[in-house]
């Protein structure tokens, strides 16, 4: 399948700073990528480079199967993005606002414009409110302005950079509902952000940076995959731990992890000997333990280095 979003050998140096230290980013058609890291870990950087705002130090970017940012004019009206806190005129209305963005841009026609800024406005939660000036926005209503102003033009791709920032539960939980129905309309998606419950909750493919370095970059099922272990719950552990001995892997209060990946094979056993179990799950890591371990190896690495 074709690269919606590849990067090779990317860096950006600032100074002495690498903001951005040789990434690979390999981003396919229908994925919703998210892209993981700390805060100045560089995901604004990368995402500014992508979108031919900023001209890389060195290495490759492709967009859409195109060269950035020789291909920009080509490829960028295919694009939406939102980049950090988006900017609008503070005495017009969010719809004015909208107005003018797609007046400046190629490809949308004035006789459809009223409709679609309603139609986008609507998307994200603003239909109500769009005639209210900007000035009386709250930060989270900003930020779906921003994301409406990246759907204006229907894009293929969205590209957006910490897209809930400034949300609440609610608000986070409605764009996590638009950004999934768009990807079943055919939107590949790639987003930014610093939490990991975000994009474990999103996402089907996951790169994390680290201080500059993609230090992970995976299927999100892959990387929380079975570990062929099973996870059991039950109010009597010692008896579990008697009778199943050198399978026990783990025990931590009423949870217990035993070798062996068929949870029905565990039940039948335990059950067999009389000992209640009150749940049973095959065992995988979670996101949060994947990054952590991958971080923490390269560290590794870097410390070899020096
Ligand atoms: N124009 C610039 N000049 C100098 N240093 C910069 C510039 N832009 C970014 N940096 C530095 O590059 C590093 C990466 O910054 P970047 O904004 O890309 O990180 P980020 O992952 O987006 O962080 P956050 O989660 O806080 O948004 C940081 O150390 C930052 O201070
Ligand atoms: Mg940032």
Known sequence: ????????????????????????????????????????????????????????????????????????????????????????????????????????????????????????????????????????????MRQRLGLAGALLRRPDLLVLDEPTNGLDPQGIAEIRELLLELHRGGTTVFLSSHLLAEVEQ?????????????????????????????????????RVRALLDARVIAVDGDRLVVRGPDPAAVNALLVGAGIPVTALALDRPSLEEVVLAAAATSADRVEAVR
């Open 1 to 140: 399948m074709s690269a919606v979003i590849a990067t090779r050998a990317l860096v950006k140096r600032f100074g002495r700073l690498r903001a951005v230290d040789g990434i690979d980013l390999d981003v396919r058609a229908g994925d919703v990528y998210g892209f993981l890291g700390a805060n100045g870990s560089g995901k604004t950087t990368t995402v500014r480079m992508l979108l031919g705002l900023v001209l890389p130090t060195s290495g490759e970017v492709e967009l859409l199967g195109e060269r950035m940012p020789r291909a920009g004019r080509r490829v960028l009206p295919r694009v939406g993005a939102l980049i950090e806190s988006p900017a609008h005129y503070g005495h017009l209305s969010g719809a004015e606002n909208l107005k003018l963005l797609d007046a400046a841009g190629p490809g949308g026609s004035w006789r459809t414009r009223g409709r679609r800024v309603a139609e986008v406005l609507e998307q994200v939660g603003l239909g109500g409110v769009g005639r209210r000036p900007v000035t009386a926005y709250s930060l989270g």
């Open 202 to 238: 999103l996402c089907s493919r996951v790169g994390v940076l680290d201080r500059g370095r993609l230090v992970l970059q995976d299927d999100l099922a892959t990387l929380t995959a079975p570990t062929g272990a099973t996870v059991v719950r039950t109010p009597e552990p010692d």
